[in-house]
């Protein structure tokens, strides 16, 4: 291979030391290095610029942080919401970085949001830079993913009902809506096999595609170079540049410290709340998605019925594809703000119409006495949840909505039946875990052999009476039939 292939910079400030110099022969990666660094930017570093890397900070934040969860949490029905319990309540510093990854998210939709602002003010998509716009389009849509499978994973009551109302809206799709609704949840309702998806896709799909395209971002950012301020031409620069090294790199890495101080100082004082585990048949339960979905879900509040399809798939669709099309139709080299009005101000009436939206939820939400109480409600059961010590699991933390564990036994599952269409359910369970009106019945067996437990079903005690339990009216092989089903339910 011919020697030049190797070579160093002409100019090297500074002589290499000899494992670098070693180092160097075999993989570039000084020189690579000195790319990176003395990438010239037009008109010199600035403040305007730190965005992109303060973005990359929080991707790789998000990354050690969700390693770190991956540890203990487990993705099924009835694991999920112990491991992050678990995480949160007894996994020390686990809060701590729970949150540090739920604020992360965070963080990453508001400098996502600066960054692309950024990029419109300044006309920054001008120029061979079409594609570039277009991965960016692509990282904003694949992050927006992220933030909606990971909100279902703890496995909450929150995060149950909205991500209910989330794979809901998809359903109205045409033609293909419910077979993608069955797609993404596994099943016609949500359960622990919507539970794997989002993490499949939150855990290994959506980082991989984001890895790949970040690189991608990058790649054809610095193939087209730093468009640089306003002014300058979006083809050819003009203005004397700097090198990114030393004080852009200094910018980005000030930015970067400022963010982890901030999410730092939220997680501590404000740590992440992580309400009752979701009860699938609780109706009274009000969802509210992430704020910055909440204008959204304000918008389908608004179009829903007979317009959710034009309202809910068909404009935001448009919306999506006019945006990501900005450098297909805005091609002059003009790129001072006050000189492209259209993009401009159609730009700033989207994020005024969206905080609008999102300004006006909370509006009807406080104003509505009957939501506000509830909301209330869901937001003190979810402080109680915080103080209580960690419970490790116990059958009757079980899901009552969960269909009884199938046996067998036909003559258990006969009694299953006659318990299920008793109103037993109403007051002890669906499945004999219990409520406030009657306690549990699981581990009945120990408590009653199976005689005793036909004699009380026929004979009730006054605390049976007191507690408005109905008489059973049931002949000797039925009440056997449920005797064993009941002595079944561990
Ligand atoms: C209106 C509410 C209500 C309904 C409906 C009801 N129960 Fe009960 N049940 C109670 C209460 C309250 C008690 C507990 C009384 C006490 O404190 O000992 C009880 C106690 C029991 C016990 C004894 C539990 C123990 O640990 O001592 C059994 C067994 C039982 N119920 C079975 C049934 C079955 C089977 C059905 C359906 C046919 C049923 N219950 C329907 C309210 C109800």
Redesign the pocket.
């Known amino acids: 291979m011919p020697e030049t292939r190797y070579a160093l910079p002409k100019d090297n400030p500074r002589p290499l030391s000899g494992f670098m110099t070693w180092l160097d022969r075999r993989t570039g990666v000084y020189s690579l290095l000195r790319e990176a660094l003395d990438e010239p930017i037009p008109g010199g570093a600035r403040w305007a610029y730190i965005f992109g890397s303060g973005l990359l900070y929080l991707f790789v934040s998000q990354v050690v942080t969700g390693i770190f969860l991956a540890l203990y949490y487990v993705p099924s029905s009835d694991h999920a919401h112990t491991t992050v319990s678990y995480i949160s309540k007894v996994v020390s510093s686990g809060l701590f970085l729970r949150s540090i990854h739920a604020y992360g998210a965070t963080a990453i939709v508001i400098v996502l949001f600066l960054h692309m602002s950024q990029t419109i003010l300044y006309g920054s998509y001008k120029g061979p830079r079409e594609l570039l716009w277009l991965s960016g389009c692509f990282l904003l849509f694949l992050m927006l993913g992220m933030a909606f499978t990971g909100y279902l994973l703890p496995w909450d009551q929150k995060a149950y009902f909205a991500s209910a109302v989330g794979t809901n809206i998809i359903s109205e799709v045409p033609l293909i809506g419910s077979s993608l609704q069955r797609l993404l949840r596994g099943s016609s309702q949500m359960g622990t096999l919507t539970l794997s998806r989002f993490y499949v896709l939150h855990v290994f799909m959506l980082p991989g595609l984001l890895i790949a395209f970040t690189a991608t971002h990058i790649f054809l950012f610095r193939k087209a170079g730093p468009a640089g301020p306003s002014n300058e031409d979006p083809f050819h620069p003009k203005l004397p540049a700097q090198k990114f090294y030393p004080r852009q790199l200094v910018m980005d890495m000030v930015a970067s410290l400022l963010i982890v101080l901030a999410l730092a100082l939220v997680a501590y004082f404000v740590p992440i709340r992580l309400g009752p585990q979701a009860v699938p048949s609780d109706t009274s339960y009000i969802p509210r998605p992430e704020w910055y979905y909440l204008p959204m879900f304000q918008w389908l509040k608004v179009v829903g019925g007979r317009w959710s399809l034009l309202g809910g798939i068909v404009l935001p669709g448009l919306l999506a594809m006019l945006f990501a099309a900005i450098p297909f139709f805005d091609r002059g080299r003009e790129r001072r703000p006050w000189r492209r009005p259209l993009v401009v101000a159609g730009f700033t009436l989207f994020v005024a119409c969206y905080a609008g939206l999102g300004a006006l939820s909370y509006h009807d939400d406080a104003s509505d006495s009957n939501v506000a109480a509830q909301l209330a409600r869901q937001r003190n059961a979810e402080i109680r949840y915080m103080r209580q010590p960690f419970k490790p699991e116990a059958a009757s933390s079980a899901p009552p909505a969960a269909p009884a564990p199938p046996s067998g036994d036909p003559l258990i599952a006969k009694g299953a039946t006659i ?1 299920a269409a ?3 359910g ?3 369970g669906t499945r004999g875990e219990g409520t406030d ?3 549990a ?1 699981i581990g ?1 067996s120990q ?1 009653y052999s199976a005689d005793r ?1 036909a004699f ?2 026929h004979h009730r ?1 006054p ?2 009476i ?5 008489s ?1 009216d049931l002949d000797q092989a039925e009440t056997a039939a ?1 005797v064993a089903y ?1 002595r079944s339910l561990k």
């Open positions: 318990f008793g109103p037993c109403d007051c002890h009106k009657a306690p019945l009945i408590k437990l009380l079903l005690t605390e049976m007191d507690g408005g339990m109905p059973v449920l009941l």
